[in-house]
T-cell receptor, first 112, second 109 residues
Framework: DTGVSQDPRHKITKRGQNVTFRCDPI?????LYWYRQTLGQGPEFLTY????????KSRLLSDRFSAERPKGSFSTLEIQRTEQGDSAMYLC??????????FGSGTRLTVV | EDKVVQSPLSLVVHEGDTVTLNCSYE??????LLWYKQEKKAPTFLFML????IEKKSGRLSSILDKKELFSILNITATQTGDSAVYLC?????????FGAGTILRVKS
């Protein structure tokens, strides 16, 4: 499969717990993005990597959120001390020169 | 503030109908406008538009951009039940996409 892979597909966690999601982009793509989508809304930008460098973060992104992309390959998104408002679909996308944006199937987070 | 507005919010049609979905935007440093189809999972790419007045077509779907009036339309002709989905419009600027809330299309058989 040469698409964008995300793991896990679903995550249910108790409020206050930490969660980590993984994204494996298309191997030829040097750019990686995280978006969050809540019910009835379009995806909202969270952060962007070019290779291993995190170049942009949304000003709306809480400091409980952190993302990494070691070695410019896969990326992880961690949410610390989860809150019910963090419940959403977390989408990863990748792109490269001459390529459009390709989205993964997302990780659906439910905080109870 | 950069924003993308889609209309209508939802639409119910019968198979065979033609639909037009609208997307207007206010975005500085516009680079491109993209349309996606989302069926419960990942948004799947439909079109990328960068130039005004040039229609892009893929089967029964077509789209056009007006950079002067800051809007785009997505047309679907001879709709089928498999077209039922959320259609998302996004504008690319800088290193990110700004999405509209989407149009929910339901095609009844």
């Amino acid at each position: 499969d040469t698409g964008v892979s995300q793991d896990p597909r679903h995550k249910i966690t108790k409020r206050g717990q930490n969660v980590t999601f993984r994204c494996d982009p298309i191997s030829e793509h040097n750019r990686l993005y995280w978006y969050r989508q809540t019910l009835g809304q379009g995806p909202e930008f969270l952060t962007y990597f070019q290779n291993e460098a995190q170049l942009e973060k949304s000003r709306l992104l809480s400091d409980r959120f952190s993302a990494e992309r070691p070695k410019g390959s896969f990326s992880t998104l961690e949410i610390q001390r989860t809150e019910q408002g963090d419940s959403a679909m977390y989408l990863c996308a990748s792109s490269g020169p001459g390529w459009g944006y390709t989205f993964g199937s997302g990780t659906r987070l439910t905080v109870v | 503030e950069d924003k993308v507005v889609q209309s209508p919010l939802s639409l119910v049609v019968h198979e065979g109908d033609t639909v037009t979905l609208n997307c207007s935007y206010e975005v500085t440093n516009f680079r491109s406008l993209l349309w996606y189809k989302q069926e419960k999972k990942a948004p799947t790419f439909l079109f990328m538009l960068t130039s005004s007045g040039i229609e892009k077509k893929s089967g029964r779907l077509s789209s056009i951009l007006d950079k002067k009036e800051l809007f785009s339309i997505l047309n679907i002709t001879a709709t089928q039940t498999g077209d039922s989905a959320v259609y998302l419009c996004a504008v690319e600027y800088g290193n990110k996409l700004v999405f509209g809330a989407g149009t929910i299309l339901r095609v009844k058989s």
